[in-house]
């Protein structure tokens, strides 16, 4: 893989352990294919302005044993919530007495490939949202219900399912819309914004040492076409926001709120690195 740009280890970045340049390892060549049917994209050509000449899924970077869990959709834990999700889709909840169901029918049609869109420009917000936002827009609005508060088991379980609804289709946002450009602009100028005691960005990672070992981690380009994914080391599911936090976390910085304008920006772009990878919602990561 060939970087346009490399950026120096920060000093910091020493001290919690990038593998020596020897350890990168390549992404493995094999295919996801869900079940034995369904073709996953796992890597494509980048978008236009990318640092990257090819955007790979996270799956590439993860052991035999996990990419084997995510192919499998018996095996995959996640696919519990999937079912928790469906459930509440069509449980009543609120003043208005009426469920997602009521006024959306099956899923299986209204919400097909709706996730491999978001984050999307919401002119009445005057801002982007994502999945979790328009679920709590709806939830207020539409059925008089009280908005998910960040992380809400049942926020969870609802996106996942969701987004599960476009597996398989390529990522892609619409940044013609509102002001998705500066959305863009202002994420971008985050991912490369070194913080925290570490002193490191988010491409310090995902962009100058993707490949090699951070701790026992193989780094991956961080993208977010798995989200929301099955965790194995906190055995639950987790959020983009919950994940961004807590790379955030790891540089030693402090961690703007979920949904902020700082991670929704972040989510905008992040989003764009990845254009073209299919949804693999829920992804199994380590
Ligand atoms: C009373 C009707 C009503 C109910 C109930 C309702 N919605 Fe909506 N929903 C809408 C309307 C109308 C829109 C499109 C306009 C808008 O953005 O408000 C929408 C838009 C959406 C979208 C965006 C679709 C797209 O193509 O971008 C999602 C996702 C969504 N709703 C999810 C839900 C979920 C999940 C629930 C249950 C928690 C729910 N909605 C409950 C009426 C409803
Ligand atoms: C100190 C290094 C480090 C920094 C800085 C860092 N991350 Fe991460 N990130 C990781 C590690 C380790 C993982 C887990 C292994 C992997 O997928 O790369 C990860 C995973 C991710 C994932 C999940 C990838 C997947 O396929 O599930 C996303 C998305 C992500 N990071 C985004 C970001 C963003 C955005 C920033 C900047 C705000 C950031 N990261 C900063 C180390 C870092």
Same mark, same amino acid.
């Given at each position: 893989?060939?970087?346009?740009?490399?950026?120096?280890?920060?000093?910091?970045?020493?001290?919690?352990?990038?593998?020596?340049?020897?350890?990168?390892?390549?992404?493995?060549?094999?295919?996801?294919?869900?079940?034995?049917?369904?073709?996953?994209?796992?890597?494509?050509?980048?978008?236009?302005?990318?640092?990257?000449?090819?955007?790979?899924?996270?799956?590439?970077?993860?052991?035999?044993?996990?990419?084997?869990?995510?192919?499998?959709?018996?095996?995959?834990?996640?696919?519990?919530?999937?079912?928790?999700?469906?459930?509440?889709?069509?449980?009543?909840?609120? +003043? %208005? @007495? /009426?469920?997602?169901?009521?006024?959306?029918?099956?899923?299986?049609?209204?919400? #097909? $490939?709706?996730? &491999?869109?978001?984050?999307?420009?919401?002119? +009445? %917000? @005057? /801002?982007?949202?994502?999945?979790?936002?328009?679920?709590?827009?709806?939830?207020? #609005? $539409?059925?008089? &219900?009280?908005?998910?508060?960040?992380?809400? +088991?049942?926020? /969870?379980?609802?996106?996942?399912?969701?987004?599960?609804?476009?597996?398989?289709?390529?990522?892609?946002?619409?940044?013609?819309?509102?002001?998705?450009?500066?959305?863009?602009?202002?994420?971008?100028?985050?991912?490369?914004?070194?913080?925290?005691?570490?002193?490191?960005?988010?491409?310090?990672?995902?962009?100058?040492?993707?490949?090699?070992?951070?701790?026992?981690?193989?780094?991956?380009?961080?993208?977010?076409?798995?989200?929301?994914?099955?965790?194995?080391?906190?055995?639950?599911?987790?959020?983009?926001?919950?994940?961004?936090?807590?790379?955030?976390?790891?540089?030693?910085?402090?961690?703007?709120?979920?949904?902020?304008?700082?991670?929704?920006?972040?989510?905008?772009?992040?989003?764009?690195?990845?254009?073209?990878?299919?949804?693999?919602?829920?992804?199994?990561?380590?």
């Amino acid at each position: 893989m060939k970087l346009k740009s490399i950026l120096p280890v920060a000093l910091g970045a020493l001290a919690i352990g990038f593998g020596a340049s020897d350890l990168r390892a390549e992404p493995v060549d094999d295919k996801l294919i869900i079940d034995g049917e369904k073709e996953m994209i796992t890597r494509t050509k980048a978008p236009e302005g990318h640092p990257f000449d090819e955007v790979l899924s996270g799956w590439l970077f993860r052991t035999p044993e996990t990419r084997a869990m995510e192919a499998d959709s018996f095996q995959n834990p996640a696919m519990l919530y999937v079912e928790r999700g469906a459930e509440i889709w069509n449980t009543v909840d609120g +003043a %208005a @007495g /009426k469920s997602c169901a009521s006024c959306h029918g099956d899923a299986a049609e209204s919400m #097909k $490939n709706v996730g &491999a869109h978001y984050p999307k420009w919401n002119a +009445a %917000a @005057g /801002k982007p949202y994502n999945i979790e936002l328009q679920v709590n827009d709806c939830r207020a #609005k $539409n059925m008089q &219900a009280e908005p998910y508060k960040f992380d809400h +088991a049942d926020q /969870k379980a609802l996106v996942t399912f969701i987004k599960h609804q476009s597996l398989g289709t390529p990522m892609g946002i619409d940044l013609s819309q509102g002001e998705m450009k500066s959305w863009w602009e202002k994420g971008k100028d985050l991912y490369y914004t070194r913080t925290g005691q570490l002193n490191l960005a988010c491409a310090s990672c995902h962009e100058a040492n993707a490949g090699k070992y951070i701790r026992a981690d193989h780094l991956s380009q961080g993208n977010v076409n798995g989200f929301p994914t099955y965790r194995l080391k906190q055995a639950n599911m987790v959020s983009l926001h919950n994940r961004f936090r807590g790379c955030i976390r790891d540089t030693r910085a402090e961690q703007p709120k979920a949904f902020s304008d700082e991670l929704m920006a972040l989510e905008v772009y992040v989003t764009w690195r990845g254009t073209g990878l299919s949804i693999e919602t829920p992804a199994v990561r380590q």
